[in-house]
């Protein structure tokens, strides 16, 4: 059985200024995204060039910030901050979720690509691959502030997290990372590789991102304030269960429509 080594979540302290490792993992995910950008727009060659980058990044940037805090607000804890509102703006107290962070980046990229007369798919589907390290990134984050810790289980590699209980824990922050993160990011990035139908990148995320979450949460602990919801499933299983669907729904009407057009 293994021990979390309860990491400081301070990575530096510049007087009264903290650096917190969470923060420095959100960091790090941007710079990923940056730099695989670039990579993949000169791979590409098609409708995002390296020059969009920048500007992809900030409006990404917003977009999972502001996404998810506010669904994070509204998905998980709505009643409570509807009684203590001016909490939802402090976020360094936590509480972010990737759906509502999700949303946000696909209102930011509608935004961009509406400003730069770009179709909305064609935009989303160069962004699918770069997201995934940045998610892995993130559950680094909550694995380093032993956040978010697993159901108990008897599996040799279990693990205490001293700060929650005594019991032998699932490290899902782990899972998470394995699959949402590093696998998805493999996946998307070979299928990317090569040309595909308009909207199809962005459904393999979908697919890809949904059934990773929706099994790695067999493994988390529910939420103690929310604890399992109907049908003995998590609240992160209900809102990737969409995602499966829309996926699925997308993943079918782009060869179809790519049928469609070459017969044409």
């Known amino acids: 059985m293994l021990v979390?080594?309860?990491?400081?979540?301070?990575?530096?302290?510049?007087?009264p200024v903290a650096i917190r490792w969470y923060g420095?993992?959100?960091?790090?995910?941007?710079?990923?995204?940056?730099?695989?950008?670039?990579?993949?727009?000169?791979?590409?060659?098609?409708?995002v060039s390296a020059n969009d980058i920048d500007d992809l990044l900030f409006y990404g940037m917003l977009g999972v910030i502001l996404g998810g805090r506010l669904g994070y607000v509204l998905f998980y804890k709505a009643g409570y901050?509807?009684?203590?509102?001016?909490?939802?703006?402090?976020v360094w107290h936590g509480g972010m979720s990737f759906h509502g962070g999700f949303l946000g980046v696909l209102i930011a990229v509608w935004m961009f690509a509406r400003m730069r007369l770009r179709n909305?798919?064609?935009?989303?589907?160069?962004?699918?691959?770069?997201?995934?390290?940045?998610?892995?990134?993130?559950?680094?984050?909550?694995?380093?502030?032993?956040?978010?810790?697993?159901?108990?289980?008897?599996?040799?590699?279990?693990?205490?997290?001293?700060?929650v209980d005594l019991q032998p824990r699932h490290p899902s922050q782990l899972y998470q990372f394995a699959l949402e993160g590093v696998t998805l990011f493999l996946l998307l990035?070979?299928?990317?590789?090569?040309?595909?139908?308009?909207a199809a990148v962005s459904a393999a995320f979908l697919i890809g991102y949904g059934v990773f979450?929706?099994?790695?949460?067999?493994?988390?602990?529910?939420?103690?304030?929310?604890g399992l919801l109907a049908f003995g499933m998590s609240m992160g299983q209900w809102l990737s269960a969409p995602m499966i669907v829309a996926g699925v729904v997308m993943m079918a009407w782009a060869y179809r429509d790519d049928r469609a057009a070459a017969g044409a």
């Open 120 to 163: 909305w798919f064609d935009v989303t589907d160069f962004l699918a691959p770069l997201i995934p390290l940045g998610l892995a990134a993130g559950r680094l984050g909550n694995f380093i502030n032993a956040e978010l810790p697993g159901r108990v289980t008897d599996v040799p590699w279990a693990m205490v997290f001293p700060n």
């Open 213 to 226: 979450r929706f099994v790695a949460e067999f493994a988390r602990q529910p939420d103690t304030f929310l």
């Open 189 to 198: 990035w070979w299928f990317s590789a090569k040309p595909r139908p308009r």
């Open 24 to 47: 420095l993992m959100y960091l790090a995910g941007f710079a990923l995204f940056a730099w695989l950008g670039r990579v993949h727009a000169r791979r590409q060659g098609g409708v």
């Open 4 to 15: 979390h080594p309860q990491f400081d979540p301070v990575a530096l302290s510049l007087g």
């Open 81 to 90: 901050y509807f009684a203590h509102p001016l909490e939802i703006l402090m």
